[in-house]
């Protein structure tokens, strides 16, 4: 696999945050995925929230798991650290990573699959757990990477690219986030971008467990009637030789809306997607009513958008385990094992 990088070079002119980076400073590689792939305009978001933010891109840490999104994480914050973990394991591989350094952000990558299905266990714990961490799922309710199967986040009743209508309920991530103690829980669309920014940004300084769901059309896997976030396409194929996907660029879908209104978009399919953004009056102090306000939409066909829930007095995993200040990857041998005279004291303490 070949991969593209950018060039290094800079243009002059170009605007520099309060430490002296381009916007260009936060950019991965050239993106591999589909023309017009919704993931690509939440690599932007994240690039643009990084550089307004004033981030430092060598004080983050991103890691993902397997899909078309964990590849995302490619795409921005070429010179922060990274890690792509397996299938469904990214949380924990973070929350070990966060144990050791606190002092790193941590972002966590991943999509309806890698975090619905195989890891929804691992999504379970570090919410409950208040692990301080951005949690990015792009979610595009199919399997891009083995050809557009359902993901648990499709919606019942929709049909796939082979005409197979899906009888599962839907897991709906937020709700999830909610019920497991999540301090910050927002959802977005990947073409809302005066929405996304600012949404990624707050999840970014949120100090605990900040969940953002970002619902991202999958240009190649959703051309087909009856789905409610892709849209097929024309399938071109040699039987006795090969088997070919053709994909057409596409450009990605964009959205501008006001507070408390709803909006249809319309995927290059004919399909409709109907958002809601919160109203400016709405209360995400309340995490009950944040459920009930979710569920009253969904059943009227409404996706709710914006800052569901945020506990502004949250705490993270450290306090809750109440570490020392320093990270403990910067703790020498005998802090980090004080020897058998204090292990004696901790023993008797437990009889």
């Known amino acids: 696999m070949t991969f593209l990088a950018k060039p290094k070079l800079h243009h002059p002119t170009l605007a520099r945050n309060a430490i002296g980076y381009t916007r260009r400073d936060y950019e991965g590689k050239i993106s591999t995925l589909c023309a017009g792939c919704g993931h690509d305009s939440i690599s932007a978001a994240i690039i643009q929230a990084c550089w307004e933010l004033e981030v430092e891109p060598h004080r983050v840490a991103k890691l993902s798991g397997i899909g078309c999104s964990s590849k995302t994480p490619d795409y921005f914050l070429g010179n922060s650290h990274g890690f ?32 619905a299905s195989i890891g929804l266990g691992q999504f379970a714990h570090a919410m409950r757990r208040g692990v301080n961490m951005t949690y990015i799922v792009e979610n595009n309710g199919v399997y891009g990477l083995t050809k557009g199967q359902f993901s648990a986040t499709a919606d019942q009743g929709s049909k796939s690219k082979r005409g197979a209508v899906n009888n599962d309920s839907p897991i709906d991530m937020a709700s999830i986030a909610l019920q497991l103690g999540a301090t910050f829980v927002a959802r977005s669309f990947s073409g ?11 999840a970014l300084a949120h100090p605990g467990a900040a969940f953002l769901d970002v619902i991202s059309p999958c240009v190649a896997f959703n051309n087909h009637a009856g789905s409610t976030r892709s849209y097929d396409y024309v ?15 596409r450009e990605p879908i964009g959205a501008e809306y006001q507070p408390g209104t709803v909006i249809d978009i319309t995927q290059h399919d004919g399909s409709v997607l109907r958002l809601r953004k919160l ?3 709405y209360d995400p102090a309340n995490r009950v009513s944040a459920m009930n306000y979710i ?57």
């Open 84 to 115: 792509n973990s397996v299938h469904g394991r990214m949380p924990s591989v973070l929350t070990g990573a966060n144990l050791a350094n606190r002092d790193l952000i941590y972002l966590g990558v991943s999509g309806d699959g890698d975090s």
């Open 192 to 202: 809302d971008k005066e929405q996304l920014v600012p949404l990624v940004k707050a």
């Open 235 to 249: 399938r071109e194929h040699n039987d006795a030789v090969n088997r070919l996907d053709f994909m057409p660029r």
């Open 279 to 281: 109203d400016v009056e």
């Open 295 to 351: 569920q009253e939409h969904q059943a009227r066909g409404e996706i709710v958008t914006g800052l569901l829930f945020v506990d502004p007095a949250a705490l993270d995993l450290h306090s809750h385990l109440n570490t020392v200040e320093p990270p403990l990857n910067a703790l020498n041998e005998s802090e980090l094992c004080p020897g058998a005279a204090m292990l004696e004291r901790i023993n008797a303490s437990l009889r």
